[in-house]
């Protein structure tokens, strides 16, 4: 597992500048808002979305391990919005708990689209920064979500790799380069 969080957290970058980390061609997305995106081959599913519990009111990408389409008790969920706040939560019958918060330095609408996407598709939120990738790491595919500028990541700004088996918050340090901030693996 520490091999899988460490090639994720290695890739990250990388995913700001090209749909690496597969042979496979991918498709270009634009999501609006409350869209779904289901990532192939794994048990996470991403929504755009107006925060209702986590970072409420902010307009975010969200992505969840789920079983029987609800979140799995005891699995990792990350957050970024539009702005660049980021958070990390439990899952529990009770609700989500916060294990990681961050907001940036400098700071409920109609049912949208789903989609199932696969190793090397992109994804954009309309009329924002936010972008996603699907990469794969020892033949898992995960899900990386980060805010974007010109010339890469923006820097300082938090980004999330997300798949079955690890959770991770990055920081971006330059527009190529990021570190890890927080790594968690799933149950």
Known sequence: MKHMTAAAA???AFTVFAAGGSARAGKTITLGLNDTI???RTNVLCQTQVGKTLLKGKTLVACYVV???KAVAGSYAAALTTDGEIALAKASAS???IVFHRKPAALGA???KSYTVRAGDELHLAK???ACTVQTTAGQPYISCFRVSGTGGVPK???FAFGDRFAIVLQFT???ATKVVIKKVQP
């Open 10 to 12: 290695a890739l990250i």
């Open 157 to 159: 700004s938090y980004t």
């Open 95 to 97: 609700g989500p708990s």
């Open 38 to 40: 289901a990532v192939a």
């Open 110 to 112: 109609a049912p949208g």
């Open 128 to 130: 924002s920064n936010l």
């Open 174 to 176: 330059t527009p190529k």
């Open 67 to 69: 079983h029987g389409g």
